[in-house]
């Protein structure tokens, strides 16, 4: 089609000259977390990409834990990242690997370089290799056991492997160039001696390689076609095609870099996240104010969201830093027209309207949805007393205040005009009823014209009410002074959990179950918390409000 715009970014491009080229016939991504953490927002942009382009080309989309350092690594995270990648919905069918069930194949590739006379044992401790290895400006110096036979140097990894050594003690270097302006090339250790158990192989090794080894492998053996990481990588690129070349594989796979997401003010990065997990900062990995995967689903947010938000960072391969307000921006447009919208009183007040029979309950049609029709309609009981919101009333009202105050009438919500005549205050001064005349003619829905209010507010009825506990949150960081100090803290902003605990909420929130969400009528989004909600005493997060200052950047 001639006049269509195709804009394809830089990933899909170098793609698309690849399959062109017959560099590759088809494609195969793969997302390969280490289990040392929870996931966060940046992790679910690589995996979203990566299982984008697999759907895309029409190819494949493998999992990899990408578990050779077997220090960090736990079982716990091994099982979280797996759910968190499903509920993203990106689908790895039966094609879920364990880099740690490589290692026998990385040893014999190894062993090959070394056959090569490409790789050779050094003895040399992490102190001197650091010496050795040069600066920036200046070259580094070859290792005085570079060049060990071929015959030794099998004899010593044999050994290395056998557990001979005590850590540290020998190390296996590839043999490159201690003069390469990339300083990762200068003859780089791609295996170490660590007496260390490991979650999948047990204490059958003590010799582990080295990521920039044994990444590259993993790859190649799973037939990845587009190997793509983040640009901190970019400078091991080198080594990683190094890797593939001296190994002579066949279809050698490519690596690609791209720029990590990074939210303003927001803790992302695996390693603060735990932090403020082990400080007790934060309720654990899913804490609602967290942006891990999790936490994000326990908050209420949706994959659709999440997806929505990642096409929209785009992938380039400068860094940039994304509002928050874009993320938010996001759910609220996913749940607008999904989600019914109920009424709920945050901060109740009760109103009671005079002339309403004492022992009278109707029964009001209300619209779930007045954006979308399809969600039908509710049953919402009324009576004499109800609580309202305690914003929505004002003994001194300021110009241009619509809601309730002495004298004045507005309308409750699907229901009918009330009119303010008198309010009731506590020996602290605190407003305690609110009392309303109300008109029967003004009901909603009869088609009454006699005369116009200009305020609605939301209500619910105190004898059918369901009490319940609210969380309400703000940014965890504390925006005025940024997230971190020189020394590595956190400066963290003491309001960013409100917990209101006498919510009260119509009854057609009965039955709501964990993750369930809804939009409260002019106060925002909120989820059942899946923790600590019971169907007797429900709790809910706010997702987000409804108000919102973020803007859709104009098309270029
Ligand atoms: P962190 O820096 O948060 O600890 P990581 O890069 O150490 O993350 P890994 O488990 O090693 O986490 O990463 C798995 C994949 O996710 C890698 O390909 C990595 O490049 C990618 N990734 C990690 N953080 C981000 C981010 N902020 N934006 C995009 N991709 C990311
Ligand atoms: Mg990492």
């Not at 090569?116 to 005085?144: H, M, Q």
């Not at 005079?354 to 979308?372: G, V």
């Not at 002495?406 to 009330?418: D, I, Q």
Request: aromatic letters at 10%; hydrophobic letters at 35%.
């Amino acid at each position: 089609m001639e006049n269509e715009v195709v804009s394809k970014n830089f990933i899909e491009q170098i793609i698309e000259k690849d399959l062109a080229e017959g560099r590759c016939d088809t494609v195969c991504t793969r997302f390969p977390p280490e289990p040392n953490g929870y996931l966060h927002i940046g992790h679910a942009k690589s995996i979203l990409l990566n299982y984008g382009l697999a759907q895309k080309y029409h190819g494949k989309f493998n999992m990899r834990f990408d578990d050779t350092n077997p220090t960090k690594e736990k079982t716990e995270f091994v099982e979280a990242i797996q759910d968190d990648i499903k509920w993203l919905g990106a689908d790895w069918e039966d094609r879920l690997f364990f880099a740690s069930n490589y290692f026998e194949q990385m040893y014999e590739a190894a062993v090959k370089l070394i056959k090569k006379g490409k790789a050779f044992v050094c003895d040399l401790s992490a102190e001197e290799i650091r010496e050795y290895r040069g600066t920036l400006t200046e070259p580094g110096k070859n290792s005085p056991y570079r060049d060990r036979s071929v015959e030794e140097n099998l004899e010593l990894f044999e050994n290395m492997k056998n557990g001979v050594y005590q850590d540290g003690e020998k190390v296996l270097r590839a043999k490159i160039d201690m003069a390469s302006s990339n300083i990762n090339m200068r003859d780089p250790v791609i295996y170490r001696v660590a007496h260390l158990t490991h979650h999948n192989t047990g204490d059958k090794w003590c010799i582990y390689p080295m990521y920039d080894f044994a990444h590259p492998i993993e790859d190649a053996i799973e037939g990845i076609t587009h190997s793509i990481c983040t640009l901190e990588f970019e400078d091991h690129r080198p080594l990683y095609d190094w890797v593939v070349r001296e190994l002579e594989y066949e279809k050698p796979p490519k690596q690609i870099e791209f720029a990590k997401l990074y939210l303003k003010n927001v803790v992302t990065g695996k390693r603060y996240i735990k932090k403020l997990v082990e400080e007790g900062s934060v309720d654990g990995w899913d804490d609602p104010r967290l942006v891990s995967i999790a936490a994000l689903r326990r908050r209420g947010f949706t994959p659709e969201s999440i997806k929505m938000f990642v096409e929209l960072c785009g992938v380039s391969k400068s860094q940039s830093i994304v509002d928050y307000a874009m993320l938010e921006y996001c759910i609220r447009e996913d749940l607008k027209l999904k989600r019914p919208r109920l009424m709920a009183a945050l901060d109740p007040v009760k109103l009671i309207i005079d002339n309403y029979p004492e022992d009278q309950m109707e029964e009001l049609e209300i619209e779930n949805n007045l954006e979308n029709e399809a969600l039908g309609k509710r049953k919402v009981p009324f009576g004499r007393e109800l609580y309202i919101d305690r914003e929505d009333f004002m003994e001194n009202p300021p110009k241009k205040y619509f809601r309730l105050f002495p004298g004045n009438e507005v309308r409750l919500m699907g229901a009918y005009f009330v009119k303010c005549v008198d309010y009731k205050k506590d020996e602290t001064g605190k407003v305690i009823e609110i009392h309303c005349t109300y008109d029967p003619e003004t009901k909603c829905g009869t088609g009454f014209t006699g005369r116009k209010v200009k305020g609605t507010i939301h209500w619910v009825a105190a004898k059918t009410a369901i009490q319940a506990e609210v969380r309400l949150y703000e940014n965890l960081i504390d925006e005025e002074k940024g997230v971190y100090n020189e020394d590595g803290s956190m400066n963290l902003n003491p309001n960013s959990l409100t917990v209101l605990k006498n919510c009260y909420l119509e009854p057609n929130f009965a039955g709501a179950k964990a993750y369930d969400s809804f939009q409260f009528v002019r106060q925002g989004y909120f989820c059942v918390d899946s923790h600590d909600s019971k169907p007797e005493a429900l709790v809910f997060n706010r997702i987000v409000s409804l108000k919102s200052s973020f803007k859709l950047p104009k098309p270029e």
